[in-house]
């Protein structure tokens, strides 16, 4: 199975500030990796496809990269709306597989 | 606009079993491959199991095969998932999702989520 290691497991951050979220893949997987917010209580939502492409609607704040088999969730200015989870997903091979999550907080 | 409601949730006890559906609305299921993804309480998220857009193909998460059974009536627009022989870790909100079915994979909807509870 393809193992995704994300980091850091939490972060609290201020708004306005930038916050970078890595994923890093326990096998090679190209580009097949995205991200999805799941804010409290709420069913989980696509925020980044592909490592590196906006899914429609979402913030231009949100974005993603790749470089080999580590992978990186950006937020270039922090907003309150942002409180939430955010896993990474590889979806290069089954069993699909994600992250353990990132906490994201707002001092 | 794009629609996936889970039912069938509720509390069961060990080794007994429950059947999830997806009522899906707003596209054309029968395009696209559909999964299942649960969630412990305050755990992260597991993939569950996937059905290619016919039914032809079925793929499962090791902790649950030979258990569960993932199926499609995309003449009921609905997706269901069998879950046999349930086991208290097996205890979650179960969502269901749609998969793009494009070059790149990735679930671009999702369900509110069902709660299985499994507990004597």
């Known amino acids: 199975d393809i193992q995704m290691t994300q980091s850091p497991s939490s972060l609290s951050a201020s708004v306005g500030d930038r916050v970078t979220i890595t994923c890093r893949a326990s096998?090679?997987?190209?580009?097949?990796l995205n991200w999805y917010q799941q804010k409290p209580g709420k069913a989980p939502n696509l925020l980044i496809y592909?490592?590196?492409t906006l899914q429609s609607g979402v913030p231009s704040r949100f974005s993603g990269s790749a470089s080999g088999a580590d992978f990186s969730l950006s937020i270039s200015s922090l907003q309150p709306e942002d409180l939430a989870t955010y896993y990474c997903?590889?979806?290069?091979?089954?069993?699909?597989?994600f992250g353990q999550g990132t906490k994201v907080e707002i001092k | 606009q794009v629609q996936l409601v889970e039912s069938g949730g509720g509390v069961v006890q060990p080794g007994r079993s429950l059947r999830l559906s997806c009522a899906a609305s707003?596209?054309?299921?029968?395009?696209?491959?559909m999964h299942w993804v649960r969630q412990a309480p305050g755990k992260g998220l597991e993939w569950v199991a996937v059905?290619?857009?016919?039914?032809?193909?079925?793929y499962y998460a090791d902790f649950v095969k030979g258990r569960f059974t993932i199926s499609r009536d995309n003449s009921k627009n609905t997706l269901f998932l069998q879950m046999n022989s349930l086991r208290s870790d097996d205890t979650a909100v179960y969502y269901c999702?749609?998969?793009?079915?494009?070059?790149?994979?990735?679930?671009?909807?999702w369900g509110q989520g069902a709660l299985v509870t499994v507990s004597s």
């Open positions: 999702a749609k998969d793009n079915s494009g070059s790149y994979s990735y679930f671009d909807y």
């Open positions: 707003g596209f054309t299921l029968s395009s696209h491959g």
């Open positions: 059905i290619t857009y016919d039914g032809s193909n079925k």
């Open positions: 096998q090679s997987i190209g580009s097949s």
């Open positions: 592909a490592a590196s």
């Open positions: 997903q590889q979806s290069y091979f089954t069993p699909l597989t």
